[in-house]
């Protein structure tokens, strides 16, 4: 194995990772009122809905926290928080231009494993407040994950195969004076982006938070449990964008500007993309995506890797 | 401290409550409270406000109240008359939520979950005898596990509550592997009801909103009945079933209703749930026999010739809304809002077309309601349903949308509340919902009370 | 040290989360708590410096706990967390063997000669690991797992009991398909 391809700074720079996608979160939240109340017809007074992300956090801070009868309390809240934390671990492994906080030999894997996290911690949300609507939410969630998270698994084993590492930064060099991955690959960035709202519960892939049971997993949610759970949510959406850029966006490769400057603008490029799409298409209803899934999302993905390694080979 | 309480208020979350008849009402606080940045809540968790639009008769007070009380603080209720404006009760709930100390004492003085269970057992059980009442000897029924002192048919005096696992007593045992000794299985059943009643979502209890108390809700919820091993926390647990595959599966019963967005007001429907398939429903209409029909302003000199289009692009709302497509249930309550406020009937021609237009491009939103729940011609008239409601859920909004160009509509006629449960049952949730949705329901017409059980 | 103390302390989570899945009295607990096990034990494996492995275990574990978890609720059928249930069958007997296992294996972690390690480990561990495991078995093992997900699907296929003549009707003609629960691709 040759030198490593990024540097690893202190792991107090965690601190700063975890500062940049508060930040994210922020600009998403800040994003999607700022449509809402466009959507919405809100009056200018309301200031075209760019604070909503600070209206919403001082009105959940003030809220009370309620628990409902019977209710696991400790599940239940260790779901909302967990998403938090699983997109922190998930951006641990994404390295911003040339540093990185965690140079895992098996990046890409590492955040495979913490996007399955988001179903333990999903499922446990809706079951813990003991509540119909919240547990029929939870389980729509893992309906929706038996339905993208095995075509998001080999999505990620596209650009793994072509730069013959699992290595994030190793990814991320190997489309240096190259085609993009997602340029050639774009079955598998389809899928992955997919993927990612998907494990967000966003947008399309909210049925789990539904309006026709009363926002479902959200259902019993307030206050400071509902604000963690929110935040969460953005957090793995901005996770998931940052992590596109080294697999699929060149990582920190443009011109002028310093890598980790491109990172940063192709990962809030990708994230707004999300939040605008959020209310633009109608759900994937689970019961009908799940067959999506497995009949056209996987063969489609299982034939980019093939095609993938065929061009590998080919190149010697 | 004072600043934050303002921003805290800044974007607060308004629970509807429909009164039946009262849909313009409710149109117009929806219309305001969007307007001014606000949001509308989906549970009763999420929301500050509990705005009230009409005068609630008793039955649907009471529903009122009880989702009141799984409000966390600080919580406002402001109730909108019929012709109130909309903005101001909005600036009075706004004005109160600011009081920190009124919600400190408000929220000292809330009464304990185990008081609210006690408190609304016996109201159930006056307001729940109809129905299925002659299962009540069915207790051993369920009993076929070896648990010691059970008690039974006590819960069986209200409707569709435990008569299906009564039906086939034999699932009792699948159900009860842990080595508890004795259990009540009917008696169950009762509290289960207790527990969903009047809750605008069902599958828990009263919540005590101020934390502690809940682990011992049962207590109170209980009454001298016994058995209350079978239901922790006042909650029955589920029953055995057998689910369309012909596997066992729980069967739990929730209420939908009535409180609940996007559902017609007033509606209660009771439904038996196998996972999220409704394998039974029971329809009702709180205040049917108090309920004064063709009052209100629906009838009123204000109701005006845009009535039947408006009411139908409200439903499209709903329906567009439980389809998960944002952007065009906000843009369906626009041209709504420019159809009541009685605005220029070419521009909203205009609006309606471009709303079409756009629902009719969707591939999404086709591939997502196709074929859920197709009725034919025969059927419908099978069941003395209007022949517009020809087709599945799809064909059904489209139809809502060329409907409601008609500008001359009246409101359709009342549709017969017996026939929901028939439409519904067989269905996931999600579908359910979509499916009442489609019906565009103007009024819904109390009836017999129904029981449909699906053939499996 | 701070590697040591690490390693230990996962130990520790892994064999008390282990343990409180008999603890402990509700099916979501137990089968989380079995998950925090698993996560454990794959953290450890870390430090082995089997990084693939490691990783591994954790996807796989949490991802099947999720899916366990489903499926315990629908067969135990009980209300969300509601009904306090034992997680033990017999638990004199059970304890015994479990007690007697883990002695059994930690004496015989303790008591083998274990090699020193005379070389520094090959670049690329997993695949050193998977070689002097599978060696020239590595043909059976792939021919193994086509055949033991054949047997999957062929088993729920005959488990199943609607046939391809309930959706399609008795000349596999009748479209579209009647199926309880229509899918999203329109077969």
């Known amino acids: 194995m040759s030198e490593p391809s990024v540097t690893t700074v202190a792991p107090a720079w965690a601190l700063a990772a975890v500062a940049i996608l508060g930040a994210l979160v922020v600009l998403a939240a800040a994003l999607d009122g700022a449509l809402t109340a466009r959507g919405n017809d809100a009056a200018s007074g309301a200031g075209g809905g760019v604070a909503t992300p600070l209206w919403e956090a001082a009105r959940l801070m003030r809220q009370r926290r309620r628990r409902t009868v019977e209710a696991d309390g400790m599940l239940w809240r260790l779901g909302g928080a967990g998403l938090v934390v699983t997109a922190v671990l998930m951006v641990a492994v994404v390295p911003l231009g040339e540093w990185t906080i965690f140079d895992l030999d098996v990046g890409v894997m590492w955040f495979n494993a913490m996007?399955?996290?988001?179903?333990?911690?999903?499922?446990?949300?809706?079951?813990?407040?003991?509540?119909?609507?919240?547990?029929?939410?939870?389980?729509?969630?893992?309906?929706?994950?038996?339905?993208?998270?095995?075509?998001?698994?080999?999505?990620?084993?596209?650009?793994?195969?072509?730069?013959?590492?699992?290595?994030?930064?190793?990814?991320?060099?190997?489309?240096?004076?190259?085609?993009?991955f997602g340029l050639w690959m774009p079955v598998a960035f389809l899928v992955y982006c997919l993927g990612v709202v998907a494990f967000s519960v966003w947008g399309p892939f909210a049925p789990a938070l539904g309006a026709d049971i009363a926002s479902g997993v959200g259902a019993e949610l307030s206050g400071v449990d509902r604000l963690v759970f929110e935040v969460g949510r953005y957090a793995l959406l901005a996770a998931g964008s940052a992590f596109a850029v080294p697999m699929f966006l060149g990582g920190g490769a443009g011109p002028l500007l310093p890598g980790w400057t491109w990172v940063l603008i192709k990962t809030v490029s990708l994230l707004l993309l999300f939040i605008w799409l959020r209310r633009r298409l109608p759900a994937l209803r689970p019961d009908k995506f799940m067959e999506l899934g497995w009949m056209v999302l996987l063969p489609a993905v299982l034939v980019q890797d093939l095609v993938v390694a065929v061009v590998m080979v080919w190149r010697g | 401290m004072d600043a934050f309480a303002r921003s805290a208020t800044r974007r607060a979350h308004v629970l509807l409550v429909e009164v039946p008849g009262q849909w313009r009402t409710r149109a117009a606080v929806e219309r305001a409270v969007l307007t001014r940045g606000w949001s509308l809540a989906m549970s009763p968790a999420d929301a500050d406000v509990l705005a009230v639009c009409g005068r609630p008769r008793p039955q649907l007070e009471k529903a009122t109240g009880l989702v009141w009380h799984q409000m966390s603080g600080p919580r406002v209720r402001v109730d909108v008359a019929d012709d109130a404006p909309a903005a101001e009760a909005l600036d009075q709930a706004q004005a109160r939520l600011l009081g920190t100390e009124h919600h400190r004492h408000d929220s000292d003085s809330r009464p304990v979950a185990a008081h609210l269970l006690s408190a609304n057992k016996g109201h159930d059980q006056e307001s729940l005898n109809h129905g299925s009442m002659d299962h009540g000897d069915g207790d051993d029924g369920t009993m076929r596990h070896d648990g010691g002192d059970e008690s039974g048919g006590e819960g069986m005096d209200h409707g569709s509550m435990g008569?299906?696992?009564?039906?086939?007593?034999?699932?009792?045992?699948?159900?009860?592997?842990?080595?508890?000794?004795?259990?009540?299985?009917?008696?169950?059943?009762?509290?289960?009801?207790?527990?969903?009643?009047?809750?605008?979502?069902?599958?828990?209890?009263?919540?005590?909103?101020?934390?502690?108390?809940?682990?011992?809700?049962?207590n109170g919820g209980n009454g001298g009945n016994g058995g209350m091993e079978m239901a922790p926390g006042g909650i029955a647990l589920a029953e055995g079933g057998e689910d369309r595959d012909g596997l066992e599966m729980d069967v739990l019963y929730v209420r939908l209703g009535p409180v609940l967005p996007h559902w017609p007001a007033g509606l209660v429907l009771r439904c038996a749930l196998q996972g999220d398939v409704i394998t039974e429903a029971q329809a009702e209409i709180l205040d049917a026999e108090t309920q004064q029909r063709h009052a209100g302003p629906t009838a009123g000199p204000a109701a005006g010739l845009a009535a039947g289009p408006a009411r139908i692009l409200d439903n499209t709302v709903s329906l567009l809304a439980l389809a998960g497509w944002e952007d065009a249930a906000a843009e369906a309550r626009r041209v709504r809002d420019a159809v009541l406020e009685g605005g220029d009937r070419a521009s909203c021609a205009v609006k309606l077309d471009r709303l079409r237009a756009k629902v009719a491009r969707s591939r999404v939103l086709r591939w997502s309601l196709r074929g859920i729940r197709p009725l034919g011609h025969e059927e419908l008239e099978r069941h003395g349903l209007p022949p517009h409601l020809d087709g599945d859920t799809y064909d059904r909004l489209l139809g809502m949308l060329e409907r409601a160009g008609d500008s001359n509509g009246k409101l359709a006629s009342p549709l017969p509340l017996d026939k929901l449960p028939h439409l519904v049952t067989g269905l996931d949730l999600a579908a359910a919902r979509l499916v009442i949705a489609s019906l565009d329901v103007h009024e819904l017409q109390p009836g017999h009370v129904h029981d449909e059980t699906s053939g499996a | 040290m701070v590697a040591d103390i690490g390693f230990w302390v996962l130990g520790l989570v892994a064999v008390m989360a282990g343990a409180a899945v008999f603890y402990v009295n509700s099916m979501a607990r137990a089968t989380y708590a079995l998950a925090l096990s698993f996560i454990a034990v794959g953290l450890q494996v870390l430090f082995l410096q089997q990084n693939y492995v490691g990783v591994v275990i954790i996807l796989m574990m949490v991802m099947e706990m999720a899916v366990m978890a489903v499926y315990m609720v629908m067969f135990m059928g009980m209300n969300p967390a509601l009904m306090p249930m034992s997680m033990v069958h017999d638990s004199k007997k059970a304890l015994a063997v479990a007690i007697g296992t883990f002695l059994t294996l930690a004496?015989?972690?303790?008591?083998?000669?274990?090699?020193?390690?005379?070389?520094?480990?090959?670049?690329?561990?997993?695949?050193?690991l998977g070689e002097e495991l599978m060696g020239p078995k590595m043909?059976?093992?792939?021919?193994?797992?086509?055949?033991?997900?054949?047997?999957?699907?062929?088993?729920?296929?005959?488990?199943?009991?609607?046939?391809?003549?309930?959706?399609?009707?008795?000349?596999?003609?009748?479209?579209?398909?009647?199926?309880?629960?229509?899918?999203?691709?329109g077969r």
């Open chain 3, 139 to 185: 043909l059976v093992m792939a021919v193994i797992s086509p055949v033991m997900v054949a047997t999957i699907v062929a088993g729920v296929v005959l488990a199943a009991h609607r046939t391809r003549y309930d959706r399609f009707g008795d000349d596999l003609n009748h479209r579209p398909a009647d199926d309880p629960q229509p899918g999203g691709v």
């Open chain 2, 163 to 218: 008569h299906e696992s009564m039906d086939r007593g034999d699932e009792g045992d699948g159900t009860m592997r842990h080595d508890g000794g004795d259990e009540g299985g009917g008696e169950g059943m009762d509290h289960g009801s207790m527990g969903h009643e009047s809750m605008d979502h069902g599958g828990h209890g009263g919540h005590g909103g101020h934390g502690g108390n809940g682990g011992n809700g049962g």
């Open chain 1, 115 to 180: 996007d399955v996290m988001v179903w333990a911690l999903v499922w446990l949300t809706g079951w813990g407040a003991n509540s119909a609507h919240s547990l029929v939410g939870g389980y729509r969630f893992l309906a929706h994950g038996l339905g993208y998270e095995l075509p998001l698994m080999f999505a990620l084993v596209a650009p793994v195969i072509a730069a013959e590492s699992l290595n994030v930064g190793r990814v991320a060099a190997a489309q240096e004076n190259s085609l993009w």
């Open chain 3, 107 to 128: 004496a015989g972690v303790l008591l083998v000669d274990w090699p020193a390690r005379r070389v520094a480990p090959p670049a690329e561990v997993t695949r050193a």
